[in-house]
């Protein structure tokens, strides 16, 4: 199944993105979390048809709340995988899913990580800008824990970068994870790129990436990743918004 963690708008306080995150429940036992069958998935080839289904659930998903008024302009995010990106067919994939669903590819967003790209950074270019051309919008994920050549970095047709969460979970006691997330934040900027924040548990860490100029934020401190009834209850609270800082505070 999927869970959706909401991602925040920092200026806006508004929620801007859910990311669809997979979850696996057998019956009766405890949940299993992606970190413990994502490997094995990717490792014997089944993480194809798995990011497949993820897709088009999402996809499905993203378009009864669009359709239903709920989350309105709110942005579906997913993971695609090393793998997944490196089928010949992937634009195809991504092309159906929306198409099956009706989704509109403006309010899909990718994630992908730095190693999918440098692996085959040729065929990535290519398949980037396909997808881009399609409307869907595009960030790479965990930056900063792979390898990227910044020369590609301009060059793919990217609007966002999520810096990882073990950056962020020291950023207001280490002064070299701070310096990290304060180089990544003027590095998109200057790439004309957004940045999300993962992993954000504190008011501390927000104040900090706050005052960055951190784009966006995604973390427990808003909400864990979160069941569809949940979510959905969350947002008809109210409660899916982000106090804005009063200017003089
Ligand atoms: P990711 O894409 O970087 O997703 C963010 C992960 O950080 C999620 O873990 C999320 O639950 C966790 N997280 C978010 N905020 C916080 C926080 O404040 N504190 C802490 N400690 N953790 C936080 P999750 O759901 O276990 O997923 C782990 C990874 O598995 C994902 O990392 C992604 O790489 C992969 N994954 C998950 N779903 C899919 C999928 O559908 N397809 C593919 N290919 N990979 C997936
Ligand atoms: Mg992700
Ligand atoms: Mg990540
Ligand atoms: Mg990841």
Same mark, same amino acid.
């Given at each position: ?29 405890a ?5 413990d ?7 014997? /080839?089944?993480?194809?048809?798995i /990011?497949?289904w ?31 990106f /490196?089928?010949?067919?992937?634009v ?15 309010? =899909?967003e ?15 270019t ?34 966002? =970068? ?28 200057? =790439? ?20 960055? /100029? ?36």
């Amino acid at each position: 199944m999927l869970h959706y963690q909401p991602q925040m708008d920092l200026a806006s306080g508004a929620l801007v993105g859910l990311e669809a995150l997979l979850r696996w429940q057998p019956p009766g036992q405890a949940m299993i979390y992606p970190g413990d069958f994502i490997p094995i998935a990717e490792e014997t /080839g089944l993480i194809v048809p798995i /990011g497949e289904w993820v897709l088009r659930s999402a996809c499905a998903q993203q378009k009864k709340w669009q359709d239903a008024g709920m989350f309105a302009g709110v942005r579906m995010a997913v993971n695609l995988s090393t793998r997944q990106f /490196g089928q010949q067919d992937i634009v195809s994939t991504v092309l159906n899913a929306l198409a099956e669903s009706g989704c509109s590819p403006s309010w =899909l967003e990718l994630e992908i990580t730095e190693s999918v790209i440098m692996d085959n950074p040729q065929a990535a270019t290519e398949t980037l800008q396909r997808l881009s051309d399609m409307g869907v919008h595009l960030s790479i994920d965990d930056f900063g824990t792979g390898y990227s050549s910044l020369s590609y970095l301009k060059r793919f047709p990217i609007d966002a =970068l999520k810096i990882d969460r073990s950056f962020v979970r020291d950023i207001t006691v280490d002064a070299d994870d701070a310096a990290i997330a304060q180089a990544v934040i003027a590095l998109a900027h200057s =790439l004309k790129l957004k940045v999300i924040a993962e992993g954000v548990e504190t008011a501390e860490q927000l104040a900090f990436l706050r005052k960055q /100029g951190c784009d966006q934020i995604q973390g427990y401190y808003v909400s864990q990743p979160l069941a569809i009834d949940k979510l959905e209850q969350l947002m008809s609270d109210n409660k899916l918004r982000l106090a804005v800082e009063t200017p003089g505070h």
